[in-house]
Each structure stands twice: as C-alpha cells, then as structure tokens.
C-alpha cells in the first residue's frame, strides 16, 4: 500500500511539478539599470544592450511627450526608443540558453512598445546568427503588448532579440518591459522520483 502511494505521489509529481516557474534571460528589458540625463534625448550606454551605432536612446518619465511613462507606468520608469533609417535604427540584446533548458520545452518571447512616428515595430529571434522568428507588429498611440511562443532551442544556443522601427525618422516606437523567459526544472522532482523508487522497494520487501 504504501509502495502504491509513493508511486502515485511521484506520478503526480513528475506530471504537476515538472517546473519551478518561469525565469527571463532578458537583462534590463525594463530599461532602468541605466542613469540618464532626464532633460536630453542623449544616446547612451545601455547595460545588456548594443545598436547600430552602439548606443541607445533612453526615456523616462521627465520627457514631455504622450510616451513619457514606461509601459509599467511607475513614476521611475523608463523605456527605449528606436528609430527609423538612421544609425539608431536597430537595437538588440543577446544571452545564451543555460545548460539546464529542457530540450523541445517552449520560450516566451514578450515586449510593450508604442509609437511616435513610425508604422510599426519589427522584432526579430535570432539563433546562433540566423533568423529563426519575426514579428511585425503595428504601433498604436497607447501601449500595447506582444508576447509569442518560440520554439526549436536547446542550451547553448546564442539568442540575438532585435528590433527595428519602421518609417517615423529620428521619431520612430518606443519598447518596454522585453522578456525571453524559459521554465526552471524542479530539482526536486528527481528526489520526488527516488523516494517513489525506494518506496516500492520498501513495499515488495515487506510482501516478500
């Protein structure tokens, strides 16, 4: 009996706890590791993240424009602007699929943006240098979000997120809030599974 709940115990365990939760790859998708100059539109450095021209338009909430909030709309929030044709004109960050990713388990691509000027956002996943999924996605006057499943990766894999505004010149869409989150296996799990295995020897032993 007691073999039989144990076993029962880890079959439940391996189908409901497969996972801890979710973690994001994504290093300062909000944008708020860097300090600006709150009354410039300054390019700057920006932690985890590179451009074309290898720096980065930076807003916060002291800019006097319809987008001057991040999309998490805290009073300290800030978010990055992407512009059309110029040496700004693509942004990205990159990171590596840890060596724990589970094979065929499935990411989550996400990101607020917003317009000024442009027609819309292009957002590209690039996987060891060759474009794996694009999304196009028409920017509006209020923020909006995208989020997508993306899948096909295993660890070790170089993941390359980019995003190019399209039209709107030196005022082009605004993005916030970019995360790639992966599921976190539960070490337990594989404790959960020796305890069950134990279990059932306990069991036979004592039937024997």
């Given amino acids: 009996m007691f073999g039989r709940l144990v076993a029962g115990l880890v079959v439940f365990g391996l189908a409901t706890s497969a996972h801890a939760g979710l973690i994001n790859l994504v290093q300062n998708g909000e944008f708020d590791d860097t300090a600006i100059n709150p009354t410039k539109w300054n390019p700057t450095d920006v932690a985890h993240w590179d451009s074309s021209e290898g720096k980065i338009e930076i807003w ?32 990205w960050t990159t990171f590596v699929i840890p060596e724990w990713f589970a094979a065929g388990s499935t990411a989550h691509f996400s990101f607020d943006y917003q317009n000024r000027k442009s027609s819309g956002i292009l957002a590209s996943v690039n996987v060891n240098g060759s474009e794996t999924n694009a999304f196009s996605v028409s920017s509006a006057g209020s923020w909006q979000g995208m989020s997508a499943g993306i899948d096909g990766l295993v660890s070790g894999d170089n993941v390359q997120l980019l995003f190019r505004s399209q039209g709107g010149g030196s005022s082009g869409a605004h993005i916030d809030q970019v995360e790639f989150n992966v599921a976190v296996p539960v070490p337990g799990t594989v404790a959960l599974l020796g305890l069950g295995l134990a279990g059932l020897g306990f069991s036979r032993r004592k039937t024997a």
């Fill in 60 to 91: 916060n909430e002291s800019f006097q424009w319809g987008t001057d909030l991040g999309s998490d709309g805290l009073a300290t929030g800030q978010h990055a602007e992407i512009t059309w044709k110029t040496d700004k004109s693509e942004i």
